[in-house]
Every structure is written in C-alpha cells, then in structure tokens.
C-alpha cells in the first residue's frame, strides 16, 4: 500500500477547492492548479486505496447496482470510490451542479458519456435554443424540464487512462458504466453536494422528432429531468484504504 500518494492527492485537492473561502479566486492560477491536481489523481491505483479487487463482485451489500467507500469530506471538498459489480451496471446520467470534479478509473472498463450545458433557456443575453418535438412522449415536457446539452465525451476508459475532469460547465453531466467486469473509480468533487441546495438530479435523453440529420446539425442533446431511476442506488461500502486527513494543521 502506498497511502502517500493518496494523501498527497487529498492535501493538493484541499489546498486548491478551500481557496473558494476566500471568494477571490486567481482564475489562471485555479486553472494551472486544478490541471496538476488532475495529473497527480491519474497516477492514482487501486493498490493507493487497498481495494482487493477480486472481490469487486462481492462488494456492494445487497447486489446494489453500486457501491461508494467515503475516503474524507469537508465543506470544500469530499473523495471517495465508486463500485459497479459487475458489467452492464451503471450510475445514470446525472449532474454536479456548480461543481468541480475528477474522476479516475482504478479498476475495471468503464464507458462515461458526459455532457456540457449549452446556453440555457432565458438566459439573459443568449439566444435559446428552439424546443423541438421530441419522439415517443405522450406529451411535450415543460421548457423548465429541459436541460439542452452538447455532447462532450463518449469513452471507455480503464486504469491505464489518466483522470477525467469536469466543471461547473463542461462535462457536468455524465453516466457511467461498467464494460467488461466489474469496475472502481475514484471521485474527488468540490464543493460536495448538499441537499437541498446543491442535489444531485438524474436525466433522460430525448430523442428527437424528425431529420437525424437535421438533429445531428443541431448538436444539442436535450435532456429531461427525472427522478432517481428505480433500478439505481448506491450503498455505503467501508473503504479498506489509508486514513486520510484534509484540513488546514
Ligand atoms: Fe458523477
């Protein structure tokens, strides 16, 4: 086990998201910051969070589709591993608003699509988007169900691949899915989420009436706000790992 690199992860991640206790933020220095942050979760293993990973299958307390070990939390920032049990199980597509986060795959294949916003309805300055019929729908959803989105990544990613970063705007929205067997990653977000406040919700892509082409031209993906889907939940799992501390000393 190598808790240091880990640690490290945990200082650098709490350094950086407490700077917003400030409210004044150097964006190019968060941004620099942010970047080295991301290179040094990439180096992160499951060997760092002494997962055994052949019993991935079994670790999820009553066969949940997922599992979750909390490694630390605070106000700023909060980290923690994410299990799907088994090949096909998946976290649905779902936001961090206002958020900052890093994920890193360490173990397993996972595919993640995730989506950025596109301008958002009625927001002042920007022309929205034009509400299209949507396919397969008894009725058309409200203008403030609909979030419109372009697509920002769609790929499979295992523990040879560096970390993945979202922000408030870009890649916020995401789903994940375990590929090939069963599948950890580690999720470093700031600031965490905080019901009811900062909660997270759930989406459904819309398929769209008419020209694929046409739709294809358009590049948004709109996206129609649902509840939690039934066939999803998560539970605790403990975290076999290193204690982490986070903090100012
Ligand atoms: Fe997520």
Known sequence: ??????????????ELFSMFRS????????????????????????????IDTKNLPNYAPWAAPSGYMDICEDSFMTMGVFTLRKTGMNIPLHDHPGMHGILKVVYGQ????????????????????????FAGLASQP??????????????????????????????????????????????????????????????HEL?????AAANQKDQITWLLRIPQPKEFHCELEDYPGPDIQIGST
Not at 27 to 46: E, M, T, Y
Not at 159 to 176: K, V
Request: charged fraction near 20%.
């Open 1 to 14: 086990m190598t808790s240091g690199n880990l640690q490290r992860v945990a200082s650098q991640a709490w």
């Open 23 to 50: 409210g004044r933020i150097d964006g190019s220095r968060f941004a620099q910051n942010l970047n080295l942050l991301r290179d040094n979760v990439s180096k992160i293993s499951a060997a760092d969070l002494n």
């Open 110 to 133: 996972v595919r993640i699509r995730s989506y950025s916003y596109a301008e958002r309805i009625g927001q002042p300055g920007q022309t929205p988007p034009a509400v299209p019929q």
């Open 142 to 203: 409200s203008a403030e169900s609909l979030t419109p989105t372009r697509l920002a990544s769609d790929s499979v990613h295992n523990s040879e691949s560096g970390a993945i970063l979202l922000t408030p705007e870009i890649g916020n929205i995401h789903a994940i899915e375990a590929v090939d067997g069963p599948a950890a990653f580690l999720d470093v977000l700031s600031p965490p989420y905080d019901p009811p406040e900062r909660d997270c919700q759930y989406y």
């Open 207 to 211: 398929p769209v009436n008419g020209d």
